[in-house]
């Protein structure tokens, strides 16, 4: 590990951290475990008023530790990029875990090809009772120019992603007035200039509980219907089906919500996505469901969601 006052270090790794007393020494437990010792570690307090800045001081040996007004966990991150000396940057959220190995193999995947401007890798989900793997690996072509492959799904956990930090200089920092989607607005801007390389070993674990953001989904829907105004806008010359990919956004949170029995906000989106596309026979199908009553919807939810699982599986298998 480089210390804040010798040589460049090879990689910046940058924590943002938000009232996360049990969960944080794990997460710092992981980074100090790495094969790879040639990293400086920012640890970017974003106003926490539970005892974490406490917990920060006892890493100030191992750490360069920051102190800031909440302001969310990108601009926590943007505050660490902006002080990062290492020629890459590497994130880690405070409830998440690194394989060992992660930014070994991600170092030697950059120095294999230098010209790749980020590499994220598969990686697996836990919670209190079990694990899974997020299958990043189900997409064909998860390398080189892959905008298009982005734009159509949101799939890239920050977690996961080194980036070089010359690309950061270059296409700017995460966007903080997207709450729900800052992380996909960054990755699709970067991904619309430089090459990105994956890894398909599962080398970060994403804890699942909550208080994750990802459990707000309202605010996460609405913010990709935000960013893919802004990067339509940003991207004119692409010419981007905004109206359709918003369909396949309202309808996609519209299944999350189906299946989490909230059935008011899932016939919202549901209407939106047949908004955008008036074609899309899914949409009607699934409002249909939503308005049934719960004798007549529950069982056939639940054949729905059965017909959903066995074409998942063939898609992957």
């Given at each position: ?225 935000a960013n893919l105004d ?79 699982g066995t074409q998942a ?5």
């Amino acid at each position: 590990m480089t210390s804040a006052t010798s040589k460049t270090p090879t990689v910046s790794i940058i924590v943002p951290v938000y009232n996360s007393l049990t969960m944080l020494p794990a997460a710092l437990e992981t980074v100090f475990n790495q094969t790879f010792q040639d990293f400086e570690l920012i640890l970017v307090d974003d106003g926490s008023t539970a005892g974490s800045s406490e917990l920060l001081k006892t890493y100030e040996s191992r750490a360069r530790v920051l102190t800031k007004k909440n302001g969310g966990a990108s601009s926590a991150r943007n505050v660490g990029i902006q002080i990062a000396r290492g020629e890459f940057v590497a994130f880690l959220d405070a409830d998440d875990l690194w394989d060992s190995k992660k930014l070994e193999l991600q170092v030697a995947a950059f120095r294999e090809k230098p010209e790749t401007g980020v590499c994220f890798t598969e990686c697996l989900y836990f919670d209190s009772e079990k694990e899974w793997e997020a299958n990043f690996g189900r997409h064909d072509n998860m390398e080189g120019m892959i905008f298009d492959l982005i734009l159509r799904e949101h799939f890239i956990s920050t977690t996961t992603v080194m980036i070089r930090r010359d690309c950061l200089t270059d296409i700017g920092l995460f966007d903080e007035t997207l709450t729900g989607c800052e992380d996909y607005n960054l990755f699709l801007r970067l991904a619309e200039k430089y090459p990105y390389r994956f890894l398909a070993q599962p080398l970060a674990k994403l804890r699942c509980h909550d208080g994750n953001l990802s459990n707000n989904l309202p605010q996460m829907c609405r913010d990709e219907v935000a960013n893919l105004d802004k990067i339509a806008e940003l991207y004119p010359e692409r010419g981007i089906p905004k109206n359709l990919l918003k369909s396949q956004i309202y309808f996609r949170f519209g299944q999350y919500h189906f299946d989490a029995n909230d059935f008011r906000l899932a016939k919202n989106c549901f209407r939106n996505a047949i908004r955008f596309k008036p074609t899309k026979v899914s949409a009607y199908i699934y409002l249909t469901l939503a308005l049934l009553p719960a004798f007549i919807r529950n069982p056939l939810r639940n054949l729905v969601r059965t017909a959903r699982g066995t074409q998942a599986t063939n898609a992957t298998s």
